[in-house]
């Protein structure tokens, strides 16, 4: 596997807070979300983009992957946003409360107007509307890189409460996970609201991890340690990997198509999943030296 890229722990840091975006560059995050929408209040809309702008060409943020998520088109700030942060080089744009395929449209048309023409898109989906219409929108613009999970609107939409076990929004995960396979997005878990709560976070960051998510999406610092060592893999995980491969290759080498380790058939499929769980500690350690 080549050009893997890790997503463990996305933090998001309101555009606001400029001692936040000074420690982001500090961090152990894998990436950071310079947010400009829910975490920054009205009057600070135009404060937060110039100091966004401000603390990305000053850079310094090292391998981490740079996100900005821009306000809703619903409102007045949006194509503000996106002139201010076209030719920054971030890595992508992430489009708040996406429920169908013709936001994307308006949002190239201004990214290509102001010189972003190779900047990627993520998308976030926080309303039913969003997850019924999942498909579309990942199918909607070859820009799109990530579904990003917001289940803070959704629960609200649906009338809902949040849950140790998220069984009233698993639908809506697992459709999500399903669209972002079937087209080749990374999928990004929710935020965990109590960032005190590490017990909480850590069994939502195992429980994301089982289902499939590539990462977790953060609100605080104190939740990146929790979420990389969940969504990396241990050095546990790294021996069977090694192992599974190199049962196959000797049952290979004998012309057999599966091997036995343990008392357990391994098949292709299996050696697909240890390469790809080997490729990820390999990238991780790639990226943490140039940090």
């Known amino acids: 596997m080549t050009g893997f890229r890790p997503r463990r722990s996305m933090l998001f840091m309101p555009g606001s807070n400029a001692r936040a975006l000074e420690k982001a560059r500090s961090l152990p995050c894998d990436g950071v979300i310079f947010d400009l929408e829910d975490a920054v209040a009205p009057d600070a809309k135009n404060t937060a983009r110039e100091q966004v702008v401000?603390?990305?060409?000053?850079?310094?943020?090292?391998?981490?992957?740079?996100?900005?998520?821009?306000?809703?088109?619903d409102t007045p700030w949006w194509r503000s946003d996106i002139e201010a942060i076209a030719g920054l080089g971030i890595d992508a744009v992430l489009v708040p409360k996406v429920e169908d395929a013709r936001v994307f449209a308006q949002v190239e048309e201004e990214l290509v107007w102001h010189g972003g023409q190779k900047m990627a898109l993520w998308a976030m989906l926080e309303t039913p509307r969003a997850f019924l219409h999942a498909e579309t929108i990942a199918t909607a613009t070859e820009r799109l890189e990530c579904l990003v999970i917001g289940t803070n609107d959704l629960v609200k939409d649906l009338h809902g409460q949040h849950t140790r076990d998220r069984q009233p929004v698993m639908t809506a995960l697992g459709l999500a996970l399903l669209v972002a396979r079937t087209y080749g997005l990374v999928a990004l878990d929710s935020v965990y609201n109590d960032f005190k709560d590490s017990a909480g976070f850590n069994a939502e960051c195992k429980q994301g991890r089982a289902m499939g998510f590539d990462g977790k999406t953060l609100i605080h610092p104190s939740q990146i340690e929790g979420a990389n060592t969940a969504f990396g893999p241990s050095?546990?995980?790294?021996?069977?990997?090694?192992?599974?491969?190199?049962?196959?290759?000797?049952?290979?080498?004998e012309d057999k198509g599966v091997a036995v380790l343990d008392g357990r058939m391994i098949e292709d499929l299996h050696v697909k999943q240890a390469r790809r769980l080997l490729a990820m500690a390999e990238a991780i350690s790639n990226t943490a030296e140039i940090s």
């Open 54 to 73: 401000a603390a990305v060409r000053a850079g310094g943020y090292g391998r981490r992957e740079l996100i900005v998520r821009i306000n809703g088109l």
């Open 235 to 253: 050095e546990a995980e790294l021996a069977e990997a090694a192992r599974i491969i190199d049962a196959f290759s000797a049952a290979k080498a």
